[in-house]
Nanobody
Framework: QVQLVESGGGLAQPGGSLRLSCAAS????????MAWYRQAPGKQRELVAT???????RYADFVKGRFTISRDNPKNAVALQMDSLTPEDTAVYYC?????????????WGQGTQVTVSS
């Protein structure tokens, strides 16, 4: 089984920063795309950023210029550096990974980590 475990959430003030981390463990051959999603209360889960195994990144418009996604392939890990936070960034943030094992690909989710931006 594959597990993705997030860490690094918490409380930040508007304009502040937080760094989220996610590490994958278990039995698999490789991880292709990794991503961060978020879900605010009463809203649907939305894509924040993605990064491929080759390092190509994409961002949602609402985080461009403020958030940076990165990954460490040997550690099967992905991080999200969040700067210039606003109260609208308050949400549960989820790590996601497209895992390949024996020729099959499956998506796996982390358990989520709460990010709260408030003064």
């Amino acid at each position: 089984q594959v597990q993705l475990v997030e860490s690094g959430g918490g409380l930040a003030q508007p304009g502040g920063s937080l760094r989220l981390s996610c590490a994958a463990s278990g039995s698999f051959s490789s991880i292709n795309t990794m991503a961060w999603y978020r879900q605010a209360p009463g809203k649907q889960r939305e894509l924040v950023a993605t990064v491929t195994s080759g390092g190509s990144t994409r961002y949602a418009d609402f985080v461009k210029g403020r958030f940076t996604i990165s990954r460490d392939n040997p550690k099967n890990a992905v991080a999200l550096q969040m700067d210039s936070l606003t109260p609208e960034d308050t949400a549960v943030y989820y790590c996601w990974g497209l895992v390949e094992d024996r020729g099959l690909q499956r998506g796996f989710w982390g358990q989520g980590t709460q990010v709260t931006v408030s003064s």
